[in-house]
Structures are given as structure tokens and as C-alpha cells.
Antibody
Framework: EVQLVESGGGLVQPGGSLRLSCAASGFSFSSHWMSWIRQAPGKGLEWVANIKKDGSEKYYVDSVRGRFTISRDNTKNSLDLQMNSLRPEDTAVYYC??????WGQGILVTVSS | QSVLTQAPSASGTPGQRVTISCSGSSSNIGSYDVYWFQQLPKMAPKLLIYRNNQRPSGVPDRISGSKSGTSASLAISGLRSEDEADYYCAAQDGSLSAWVFGGGTKLTVL
């Protein structure tokens, strides 16, 4: 059974940093692209970033490029999202997603003073 | 403003057939496969349709997807109360080098 478990969320002040992690199990992690997708309170889904199977390619939505960094460790079956210079508009539930077919339960990030 | 356009709401009565549409452009739906997701209240999204019209195991065949040109549709027949949820379409966008979503359609079963 595919399992994706996010951690690292919480409350952070504007301008601050936070690192999200996703622990993957139940499948061959290194064989799949992985993504972070977020959902602001009461809003729709927004793709944030994705990373190729071997980590050699990374893509970002314009609003986070230069502030967020996606990375993965295929030896530990883990996916990370380093978020810097956080803004109130980054407040959302962040989902770890495998190839669009499997989603974690999500983790809340709140950016507020 | 979402790159893919969906009507904000749709409704139907039990047993009816409902269609949800998703409109895009040549750089996304016109060039890439469409995916559909169902999100029940307070839950993570669930994949309903991939590659335009393919159902993952466990998704009933009363749910179907189609694509034509720069538009796609999700059809749900034999509507049930448990189908009441938000539905999202998504596709890759070659111009943006990104995945893009529709704004979502809230389906109400009357």
C-alpha cells in the first residue's frame, strides 16, 4: 500500500523559513516523479513543485521560484520542501503527491504574525 | 484566476447523469493528458481519471472522462449522495513547464 506522510508544518512568521518532509513507503520511491501541491483555506488546488525520479530536474510554480527548494533522498525514501521568505499567501495545506496518483493526508502551513 | 476553467458549481438528483467540463488551451489540454480528482470534505484529493479516460482500480465505471481538442469532461452517471464533493481537472502546461489545475467544481446532489 502506498503511504505518503507529511511532517514539518506549523505556524511561522512572515519572512521565516520552514522545511516540510514526506516519508514514502509501499512503492519503489526512486521510480517516480514526486510533487508538492498546496491548497489555501477554502481555495482550490495549486501545484507548487516537482522533481524527477533521480532528482536531476526540478520545476516550480512562478510564485515560489527562488524561495522554495524541492529535494529528495532516494536512499531514505523521502521528499523535502525547503520554504524560505514565507509570505501570508503561502498559508495552505501542503500535499506530498506521487505522479498525481497518490496523495498524502496533507500538512498545514500557516504564515502569520 | 486558474489556467484551466471549470464552472464553480453543478448539481443533479440521485440517479441522474452529470457532466463537469474543463476548458484549457493548446499549451495544456491541447497537448497533454487530463487528470480528474475528487475531494470529499476535509479529505485529501483522490485520483478519479488519468490519461483523459483511464480509471484507477476501485473507481466505478459509472465515472468516465473524455477529451476533445482543448476541453475535457468528467461524467458521473447514476448519481449518488456520496458523489457530493469538489472535482478538479489538471494537466501539464508546456508553456509554463508546470502542472495547472482548474478552479474546481462543487457538485451538489439534490
Amino acid at each position: 500500500e502506498v503511504q505518503l506522510v507529511e511532517s514539518g508544518g506549523g505556524l511561522v512568521q512572515p519572512g521565516g523559513s520552514l522545511r516540510l518532509s514526506c516519508a514514502a513507503s509501499g512503492f519503489s520511491f526512486s521510480s517516480h516523479w514526486m510533487s508538492w501541491i498546496r491548497q489555501a483555506p477554502g481555495k482550490g488546488l495549486e501545484w507548487v513543485a516537482n522533481i524527477k525520479k533521480d532528482g536531476s530536474e526540478k520545476y516550480y510554480v512562478d510564485s515560489v521560484r527562488g524561495r522554495f527548494t524541492i529535494s529528495r533522498d532516494n536512499t531514505k525514501n523521502s521528499l523535502d520542501l525547503q520554504m524560505n521568505s514565507l509570505r501570508p499567501e503561502d498559508t495552505a495545506v501542503y500535499y506530498c503527491v506521487r505522479e498525481m496518483d497518490s496523495w498524502g493526508q496533507g500538512i498545514l502551513v500557516t504564515v502569520s504574525s | 484566476q486558474s489556467v484551466l476553467t471549470q464552472a464553480p458549481s453543478a448539481s443533479g438528483t440521485p440517479g441522474q447523469r452529470v457532466t463537469i467540463s474543463c476548458s484549457g488551451s493548446s499549451s495544456n489540454i491541447g497537448s497533454y493528458d487530463v487528470y480528474w480528482f475528487q475531494q470529499l470534505p476535509k479529505m485529501a484529493p483522490k485520483l478519479l481519471i488519468y490519461r483523459n479516460n483511464q480509471r484507477p482500480s476501485g473507481v466505478p465505471d459509472r465515472i468516465s472522462g473524455s477529451k476533445s481538442g482543448t476541453s475535457a469532461s468528467l461524467a458521473i452517471s447514476g448519481l449518488r449522495s456520496e458523489d457530493e464533493a469538489d472535482y478538479y481537472c489538471a494537466a501539464q502546461d508546456g508553456s509554463l513547464s508546470a502542472w495547472v489545475f482548474g478552479g474546481g467544481t462543487k457538485l451538489t446532489v439534490l
